[in-house]
């Protein structure tokens, strides 16, 4: 039920913490006061990484989330500030000599271009494969992998209240528009759907739709309700928001005018989930996160939750148990743990592939049935969602056993294969074919789609 203009006060009333936005980048860091408390070599550490990686973080994060008292090993302080570790050595090094010497914004900046183009910026094949064709020119702003679900990329939605230190979108975020998806076209993204009745799925993504005011939310959703759209089943949001700024559904201007959208789509015969972005039990912790989540129920919209596992930040089977747990309890369905993809500051973040199961498989016997609804350890990889289902001892070899859960091509959906054990890998193109086979299934395939691509960019 939503809430009438004279019960709205009241509500906002209730939550006396931090209710005005305010963000801080790499140029504030000197004005967050709980970071006087770290030394002043720790303090030049996060200045150096925050050259090259991007850095965003507000007040909401820093009075509520984190635990000063525990830093740097403070998950939710891993998660939002710089930490030394997230460039490789000698990229760190590199940087802090322009710093020491007080070099000029714009060499500091030529360096971190080149030590961002060492980092992988898109995995997976994103620009490459991912970006559909309208009339034979590329949709920007929009990537088609699988065949029901188109992401959107709005242009007003390619930021997020705080970044995450891991995301593997960082390059959105870094300013320059060739690495970045951003569509600025709305009549595109409906008229590609239209032609294209297989579709049944839109995710709104970014950086975060959740930053948009709704009525530029409302500008891509509404047209969704008319006949020709019948065939888009489901609407799926992508935010973090939750975590990083609870407000927008609470105490935020169009807060009630959001949670009304949501409403109206949703009475309006669409499936509407949110796809949040939890990775710690402590982000649900807050009273504002509580009652930003009760409010979304209220409108019918359906919550769903799923994160990497991190190095640093929830590598441990009793936070994954806890997390699910506490995200049942409040109404939200586990969704996806996925490994940390091989981008940005991979080497810092990853965990060993035999590790991830361990912990995803020791979470599960903690958790009764309805928490043990998220799939994983999920890797979304170039040909597709490839998940660890196990590792077992076959024909007298120790292997991983794989299937794919989404596939380039669906045919590859729910095909189990086998990989040799491999205790030091970390991502699917460090694993090779178990029982003497060249190639796994699906590779013949891929490079095929790979080379298509190439010539259709020549």
Not at 101 to 109: L, N, T, V
């Amino acid at each position: 039920m939503m809430l009438t203009q004279s019960q709205i006060t009241p509500v906002r009333d209730r939550f006396t913490g931090v209710t005005r936005f305010r963000v801080y980048t790499d140029r504030h860091l000197d004005q967050i006061e709980p970071l006087l408390r770290l030394t002043p070599e720790q303090r030049f550490d996060m200045q150096v990484v925050a050259s090259v990686l991007p850095f965003r973080v507000n007040q909401y994060v820093i009075d509520e989330l984190i635990d000063w008292g525990a830093i740097p090993t403070d998950p939710i302080f891993q998660l939002t500030f710089p930490q030394r570790g997230m460039l490789a050595e000698d990229q760190f090094q590199r940087m802090a000599s322009l710093h020491r010497r007080g070099a000029e914004r714009a060499e500091i900046e030529r360096l971190a271009w080149q030590i961002r183009d060492e980092l992988n910026p898109h995995p997976a094949g994103q620009m490459q494969l991912n970006v559909p064709r309208l009339d034979g020119r590329p949709l920007q702003g929009i990537q088609h992998k699988y065949d029901q679900t188109v992401l959107f990329f709005p242009t007003q939605g390619q930021t997020c209240h705080s970044y995450c230190t891991f995301c593997f979108r960082w390059a959105q975020f870094v300013g320059d528009k060739d690495l970045r998806f951003a569509a600025s076209e709305v009549a595109d993204l409906h008229r590609y759907l239209r032609q294209n009745p297989q579709v049944t799925d839109l995710l709104m993504t970014g950086g975060d739709p959740m930053v948009m005011k709704t009525k530029y939310l409302a500008s891509y959703l509404e047209p969704l309700l008319g006949p020709e759209f019948d065939h888009i089943v489901n609407i799926r949001i992508g935010t973090k928001a939750l975590t990083f700024w609870p407000q927008r559904f609470v105490t935020d201007p169009d807060a009630d005018a959001l949670l009304a959208l949501l409403e109206r789509l949703n009475r309006q015969g669409k499936h509407v989930a949110l796809m949040l972005h939890f990775n710690h039990w402590r982000e649900l912790d807050t009273p504002i996160c509580e009652e930003a989540i009760r409010r979304i129920r209220d409108t019918g919209a359906i919550l769903r939750s799923q994160s990497p596992l991190i190095a640093h930040i929830n590598d441990d089977a009793e936070v994954w148990a806890n997390l699910w747990q506490r995200q049942v309890s409040l109404g939200i369905q586990p969704y996806y743990m996925f490994v940390e993809r091989d981008t940005g500051s991979k080497h810092y973040f990853e965990v060993p592939l035999e590790r991830a199961w361990n912990i995803y498989r020791d979470a599960k016997q903690q958790v009764s049935g309805l928490a043990r609804t998220a799939r994983g350890p999920s890797m979304s990889a170039g040909p597709g969602k490839v998940e660890i289902q196990g590792i077992a001892e076959v024909q007298g070899e120790q292997v991983f056993v794989l299937r794919f859960i989404q596939g380039r091509n669906s045919d590859w959906v729910q095909q189990p294969f086998f990989a040799r054990f491999d205790p030091q890998a970390t991502w699917l193109d460090q694993l090779r074919p178990a029982f003497g086979e060249q190639a796994f299934f699906f590779e013949a395939e891929y490079a095929k789609m790979e080379q298509v691509a190439m010539d259709a960019e020549e």
